[in-house]
C-alpha cells in the first residue's frame, strides 16, 4: 500500500502495520490510517516488554545452581557404581524403609506447598497468614528430619555404616548431605516466619522470602530426584 506516486519506506510500513493493529475492531478506513500515519510519523511497531527476572535475590540463583551440581555429581557417581554392582544394590535397597521414604516425599512436597502459599500470602499484604503458611512448611520439614531421624537410628542400631558396603556407603552419604540441606532451609524457614510475623515482607519487599522460598524448593527437587534413585529404582 501507498500513496499515488509514493512508496512506503520499511520504517513507514512498520509505523503502519502498528497503527493498523491499533485501529481495529473500529472501522477505519485505510484513507483514515494513513491520514492518521501522516499527522503522527513518530508511531512505532510495539516492542516486548521487560525479560522477567527469576523471584528472590540472583546470587541466591547462583548458590542453588552450585548445590544442584554438587547433587548432579554424587547422582552421577551413585549411577556409575550402581551399573557395577547391579545385584548388590538391589539386594540392598530391600533393606530400606520404603513406607518412610514415601512419608518424607510427601512431608517435602507439602512443605513447598506451604511454602508457596506463604509466600503468596505474603504479596498480597496478608503477613499473618503468610506466617501461618511458612509455620506449616516448618512443622512439615520437621516431620522429615524426624522420620529419617528413626531411619538413621535403624541403621546404625544394626550396625550399618559408611563401611559396611558400597550401596551403603551412598545412602548414608547421600541422604545424610541431603539431610544437612533440609536443616538449613528450616533455619531460613524459621528466620523468615519470624520476620514475617513482624511485617518485614510485603508487596514492595518480596526479596528475602522469595530467596528462602527457592532455597526450600530445591531441597524439596533434590529429594524427589533421590527418593526413587535410592529407594525405589532397580
Not at 100 to 115: D, E, F, H, M, Y
Request: proline content about 5%; glycine content about 10%; aromatic content about 14%.
Amino acid at each position: 500500500f501507498g500513496w499515488p506516486g509514493k512508496e512506503l519506506t520499511p520504517d513507514s510500513k512498520t509505523r503502519y502495520q502498528a497503527v493498523i493493529g491499533l485501529d481495529q475492531g473500529r472501522g477505519s478506513s485505510l484513507r483514515t490510517t494513513l491520514h492518521k500515519m501522516e499527522r503522527h510519523p513518530d508511531i512505532t511497531a510495539p516492542h516486548a516488554g521487560p525479560a522477567v527476572a527469576p523471584p528472590g535475590d540472583l546470587a541466591i540463583w547462583f548458590f542453588i545452581l552450585a548445590e544442584l551440581l554438587a547433587f548432579g555429581v554424587f547422582f552421577a557417581a551413585y549411577a556409575f557404581a550402581r551399573a557395577r554392582n547391579v545385584e548388590l544394590f538391589n539386594e540392598m535397597q530391600q533393606t530400606l524403609d520404603r513406607p518412610a521414604g514415601a512419608l518424607n516425599t510427601v512431608l517435602l512436597i507439602t512443605a513447598s506447598w506451604c511454602v508457596a502459599r506463604g509466600v503468596e500470602a505474603t504479596s498480597r499484604a496478608r503477613p499473618a497468614t503468610g506466617a501461618r503458611w511458612l509455620a506449616g512448611g516448618i512443622l512439615c520439614g520437621g516431620g522429615f528430619l524426624a522420620v529419617k531421624g528413626v531411619e538413621y537410628a535403624a541403621k546404625f542400631g544394626a550396625g550399618i555404616n559408611l563401611s559396611t558396603n558400597t550401596f551403603y556407603m551412598f545412602y548414608l552419604s547421600l541422604t545424610f548431605f541431603h539431610f544437612m540441606h533440609v536443616i538449613l532451609g528450616m533455619v531460613i524457614l524459621i528466620v523468615l516466619w519470624w520476620q514475617t510475623r513482624q511485617g518485614l515482607y510485603g508487596p514492595a519487599n518480596m526479596n528475602g522470602i522469595e530467596s528462602g522460598a527457592a532455597y526450600w524448593h530445591m531441597v524439596d527437587l533434590v529429594w524427589i530426584v533421590l527418593f526413587p534413585l535410592v529407594y525405589v529404582m532397580r
